[in-house]
Structure formats: C-alpha cells, structure tokens
C-alpha cells in the first residue's frame, strides 16, 4: 500500500514533442506529490509538486495532472528539448503527521531527440 | 546558497570491508535524510533526523549500517561489514523543517561498489 507505480521506464521523445508520465498510488492517505529529475551524477532535484485539492498545477513546460479518484497523477512535459533528457521520478507523502518520508517510482528515462 | 555536500563521490571497498559517507546539509536545514537509490530505481530511505535525533530508521539495516548526526549539523553513514547487495549510490538529503510538503534537497550522492 505504500508502493508508487511509475511508467513507461523509458520514454524516447521527439524535440517539440509532448512527454507524459504516469505514476499510481494505493495509500489514500498521501497527500503530497512531487516530480524529481535527476541528471546523471546527481541528486534528485524537485521539479514540480501537486496537493490533491487542485487538479492541474502548471509550471512552465511542465504540467501535473492529478486524478484523485483514480489515485493517478502524471507529468506532462510540453515542447520537449534535449535539455530534458534525464530520469524522472514521482513521489508521495504524507504532509501531516510530520514524517517527511518520500515514496518514490521506479523512474522513468527520458530521452528527447533533436 | 550552497547545496548539500557528500564526500566522498565514489568508493571501491571489498566485501567485509567497513565504509563511511559524509554529509553536509545546507545551512540551517534542521531535517536530514539518507536515502539509498540501487541501480534502476527510486531513492529509498534509511533514516530520518530531526536535529540530532534519529527519529525514522525504521529502514535502516542495524545489525551493520549504523548513522551518526552529532551537534545536529553533519552526518555520517556507516556500513560494517559491506555487502556485495550494498553496491549503490547513498543519497543525503535536507529539508528546512519535517513535514511531508517541504522540498527536500539533495547532494549527488556517493556510489558505492563492493566487490
């Protein structure tokens, strides 16, 4: 019940193109969903993140959609660039209770082909 | 400001051997995470300090990973005896405060291979 369910585990993309990954959740309890992209010999960097009471959060090129009843949520990546090209991973937490404990996706490998 | 800083990057030991990472928060982030992230997946975390309290290690191996944050600033992870399954890249991670919905920030991690 504390998994996240990420996919496709690799995604090869156009320049311009649209990107979109998905990730699913089982724990209801969750309540904070953030995006990471990892470039490779880094860490993690938080790219974007979503509460349930919104539906739609853009930022940029980048947009999360959330689907509270089907405990789904995805990245949408809009005019993709070769810059993009990273692993990306979703995430969930739990804001109250005070742990901070971040469940991650598998990931998902982007690359974007100029 | 500067971000968080792990040494070292890499290390090579043999099995049975022993093995230490640092880590440096960012300046007044009073939250430390270390996470291990295995080849292919997601960051997985081992224990959580608020201050110099250890308050999640829930999934920390203690019977030979042990941490340390003295005086609620630096850490250090330790690994005695490693393991052919320990071969990953062990993340640290800081957050200004606990809470679910605050960023966490992370350094580049050191990769580990035992051999």
């Known amino acids: 019940q504390q998994q996240v369910k990420q996919s496709p585990q690799s995604l090869i993309v156009q320049k311009g193109g649209i990107s979109i990954i998905n990730c699913a959740y089982e724990?209801?309890?969750?309540?904070?969903f953030p995006w990471y992209q990892q470039f490779p010999g880094k860490g993690p960097a938080l790219l974007i993140a979503i509460r349930p009471d919104v539906s739609e959060k853009k930022e940029g090129r980048f947009t999360i959609s959330f689907n509270k009843s089907a405990k789904q949520f995805s990245l949408h990546i809009m005019d993709s660039q070769p810059g993009d090209s990273a692993t990306y991973f979703c995430?969930?937490?739990?804001?109250?209770?005070?742990?901070?404990?971040?469940?991650f996706g598998q990931g998902t490998t982007l690359q974007v082909k100029p | 400001e500067a971000g968080v800083v792990q040494s070292p990057r890499y290390k090579i030991i043999e099995k049975k051997q022993p093995v230490a990472f640092w880590c440096n928060p960012i300046s007044g982030h009073n939250t430390l995470y270390w996470y291990r992230q295995n080849l292919g997946q997601g960051p997985e975390l081992l224990i959580r300090?608020?201050?110099?309290?250890?308050?999640?290690d829930s999934q920390l191996p203690k019977d030979r990973f042990s941490a340390e944050r003295l005086k609620g600033v630096d850490s250090t992870l330790k690994i005695q005896p490693a393991e052919l399954g320990d071969s990953a890249v062990y993340l640290c991670?800081?957050?200004?405060?606990?809470?679910?919905?605050?960023?966490?920030?992370f350094g580049p991690g050191t990769r580990l291979t035992v051999l």
């Open positions: 300090y608020e201050n110099e309290e250890a308050v999640d």
């Open positions: 991670a800081s957050s200004r405060r606990a809470g679910g919905g605050n960023e966490q920030f």
């Open positions: 995430a969930a937490s739990i804001v109250y209770g005070n742990t901070g404990k971040l469940i």
């Open positions: 724990n209801t309890a969750f309540d904070y």
